[in-house]
């Protein structure tokens, strides 16, 4: 199985910041990599997809690049309803597997 | 709107089964993958598997966790994917997600994306 190790698991910040988190491949994985931010009691909400294509109504503050095995997210300038968690996710191969996910709090 | 609302969840006991429902309305269905996620209360989220279009077969795919006791089945006429589980075990516990692919996905590749997805419905395996 392909595993994603995402750094930071915790990353504290303030409304303005531009913040960056890696997820990192055990193998190389292409572009075939995906991010979610997930928030307590809410469904998952997509990202970017193929690594740095921004899925629609994403704000152009979010940013994604990278392929083969170390990929980034970049948050441009952190609002408020960007604290949550995020995951990357590999899409390259069987099982799909995500990341321990980054959890983004207000400093 | 384009809505996923996941349904069924509840309290089952250890070595039996339940059923999750993935009903979808304001989108296409037939000719998309429909996957299942969960989230242990405190974890990560997880892959459970998917089910491709009638095109692909409907064929299936599933995590190792979840092979051979949980089948993913789908009715394009009700727009509904299900998630048969059986045999839970204590580590079955989560919200369980169902969303629809967005692009790609072939009989040896998944889909790039999953871009509409349920609120989810929780499943707590407890005797």
């Known amino acids: 199985d392909i595993q994603l190790t995402q750094s930071p698991s915790f990353l504290s910040a303030s409304v303005g910041d531009r913040v960056t988190f890696t997820c990192r491949a055990s193998?190389?994985?292409?572009?075939?990599l995906a991010w979610y931010q997930k928030k307590p009691g809410k469904a998952p909400k997509p990202v970017i997809f193929d690594a740095s294509t921004l899925e629609s109504g994403v704000p152009s503050r979010f940013s994604g690049s990278g392929s083969g095995t170390e990929f980034t997210l970049t948050i441009s300038s952190l609002q408020p309803e960007d604290f949550a968690t995020y995951y990357c996710?590999?899409?390259?191969?069987?099982?799909?597997?995500f990341g321990g996910g980054t959890k983004v709090e207000i400093k | 709107e384009a809505q996923v609302v996941e349904s069924g969840g509840g309290l089952v006991q250890p070595g039996h089964s339940l059923r999750l429902s993935c009903s979808v309305s304001?989108?296409?269905?037939?000719?998309?993958?429909m996957s299942w996620f969960r989230q242990a209360p405190g974890k990560g989220l997880e892959w459970v598997g998917f089910?491709?279009?009638?095109?692909?077969?409907?064929?299936?795919e599933y995590a190792t966790s979840v092979r051979g006791r949980f089948t993913i089945s789908r009715d394009d006429s009700e727009r509904i994917a299900y998630l048969q589980m059986s045999r839970v075990e204590i580590e079955d516990s989560a919200v369980y997600y169902c969303?629809?692919?967005?692009?790609?996905?072939?009989?040896?590749?998944?889909?790039?994306?999953?871009?509409?997805w349920g609120q989810g419905t929780l499943v707590t395996v407890s005797s």
């Open positions: 304001g989108l296409n269905f037939d000719n998309y993958v």
């Open positions: 089910i491709r279009s009638k095109g692909f077969g409907e064929t299936t």
């Open positions: 193998q190389g994985i292409g572009t075939y």
């Open positions: 969303a629809r692919s967005g692009h790609g996905g072939s009989y040896y590749l998944p889909p790039r994306n999953f871009d509409h």
């Open positions: 996710q590999q899409v390259n191969s069987f099982p799909l597997t």
